[in-house]
């Protein structure tokens, strides 16, 4: 609001200047034409103009003092919102307004900002350049180095719960440090928005807008960022979606934290796999590990007895989960070197139930007294894990640490990468298993049509009709058809008919390819541009003998002048033919030939139609008159 009048004032000022501007010309133009005109009468209005001028004189230089009073010594009621610097070095005046976005913003208290925002209709996402500028920029953080500590998973299994907790942690240790952060049993759990329910909550990639400084045991000062992200696998998202905020909350993250309910199952580690891979292309990484740290957080684990709750029996039983064995199928061992080879680091912290309160209860809005004591005793041990200045780990790309400010332009450039058309769109497994169907299909009905038409045409056979070729291709074509038909396939018709279309077009490229193929077997058509240009050369040479025995000897020359042209185009075609090199200039040559046997056969065509038609029809009767 105070933005806004500061604007309104401003505009004000500029209205009245220009006002004053006007009022002061027309001012001097009429005592200018008193002083001219010294008989000259001043009406009653030019008295009242006076009075009115002046007074207008002396209210614009009063308010013009004000501003000009108000911007040196920084008025509260005028500029609140701005951050003044001069600048020595250039004698500039540069203001910084700060951006007051979000809810957080408006109220002046830290809250989250959206920083991705996703269009659900159109399955696109878009960067808030400006909110996230306004906290990655603050002077105090925008060139320390910048931990970014993420979480992501499927929606509605306590993401922004767990955040909200290490929220609590970051901000007792500003405070001061106390041991017990978890704070007052009564005190409800502020700070990400988080609820109870079946409906997602977060949506796009939120971050906290105050960035904690921390500093690390070597005395080193790092920001810390605590980023929230949309849940995976909702009913209004696309696997593009989920793949595309996973991955770019894990590119830009140091820490980026699995969130999974109960154990760690097969189709959890196949989803990392894809998501991670769709990053790593995204990032153009394909040797190195372009990832930091990974951690498995398994919520609500159920088999303490088997694997203690913690980080020890977490590791134990990610250890177990991610060995690769002689005996596991290909595809199993696929998943698990994929998420070792995309990670530096991948831990496993397994956590208990919150308890039923927090189940099932719609009035729980985060009371420490409804609780579980395991899950609190296992939250006192996993955040002060996470966020432990000793454990902090800075963001760091192709071996460079980054900064606040360096990372508003990698989420930048990342956001542009995704919103392009390069990368691959990431599908469904039945999708991808439906692709794959017709894809095979489709290949094992190209080999049909490709085997049955080598028997016909191939390469030791001998030259075959058009005619005939055509017939055997729509033949065969339509036997390849009917094979793809058959051919059971997941997806349904309406998905294999796009397949099936272009089957067609690629048996119609290879039949072009066959028909070439059968042509250059035809021996008239092997030496037609020899025979073309021998002929030629004849002909000329006949018309140049004659032309020069009737005196026409400028005409003879130039017969014999088109005789050696022919002559060197038939030496060159020869050589190209030989050595296989200027092959572009022997299909020239080649070219020019077929035109001309072509238009010589259609005038003989032509000539020899009309010398039948006139033999068999008879001349047309003569006209009478001409008689």
Sequence with gaps: MKCLLLITILKIGIFVLFLWISV???DVSFWIQVYLYPGYRIPVFGYRYFVLACGFHISYLSFFSFMVSAFVFKKVLLFPCSKIQ?????????IFLSYNLGDAMETGKPGPVQVVLVQKDQHSFELEEKALASILLQDHIRDLDVVVVSVAGAFRKGKSFFL??????????????????????????????????????????????EVFTVEKPGGK?????????????????????CATIFALSTMTSSVQIYNLSQNIQEDDLQQL?????????????????????????VRDWSFPYEYSYGLQGGM??????????????????????????????VTCFLLPHPGLQ?????????????????????????????LNPANLMEKEINGSKVTCRGLLEYFKAYIKIYQGEDLPHPKSMLQATAEANNLAAAASAKDIYYNNMEEVCGGEKPYLSPDILEEKHCEFKQLALDHFKKTKKMGGKDFSLRYQQELEEEINELYENFCKHNGSKNVFSTFRTPAVLFTGIVALYIASGLTGFVGLEVVAQLFNCMVGLLLIALLT?????????????????????????????????????AAVREAVVGRPPADKKAQ
């Excluded at 000062?221 to 979606?241: C, E, N, P, W, Y």
């Excluded at 790593?280 to 498995?296: H, V």
């Excluded at 990610?318 to 530096?344: A, G, M």
């Excluded at 190209?576 to 200027?582: D, E, L, V």
Aim: aromatic letters at 12%; one cysteine or more.
């Design 273 to 297: 796999q894809l998501f991670t891979e769709y990053g790593r292309l995204a990032m153009d990484e394909i040797f190195q590990k372009p990832f930091q740290t990974l951690m498995f957080l």
């Design 221 to 241: 000062k790092v920001a810390v960022v605590l980023m929230d992200t949309q849940g995976a696998f909702d009913s209004q998202s696309t696997v593009k979606d």
């Design 86 to 94: 001069i600048l020595k070095k250039d004698l500039k005046l540069n």
């Design 164 to 209: 909200d907790f290490m929220l609590r942690y970051l901000y007792f240790q500003k405070e001061g440090g106390r041991s017990n952060w978890l704070g007052d049993s009564e005190e409800p759990l502020t700070g990400f928005s988080w609820r109870g329910g079946s409906d997602p909550e977060t949506t796009g990639i939120q971050i906290w807008s």
């Design 24 to 26: 002061f010309i027309l």
């Design 573 to 609: 075609w020869g050589y190209i033919r030989y050595s296989g090199q200027y092959r572009e200039l022997g299909g020239a040559i080649d070219s020019g030939a077929a035109y001309v046997l072509e238009q010589a056969t259609s005038h003989m065509g032509n000539s020899t139609q």
């Design 358 to 386: 927090v189940a099932t209860s719609p009035d729980f809005d985060g009371k420490l007294k409804d609780i579980a004591s395991e899950f609190k005793e296992q939250l006192q041990t996993l955040i002060p894990f996470v």
């Design 316 to 345: 134990s039983f990610l250890d177990k989960r991610l060995q690769v064995k002689e005996h596991q199928h290909e595809e199993i061992q696929n998943v698990r070197n994929h998420i070792h080879s995309c990670f530096s680091n």
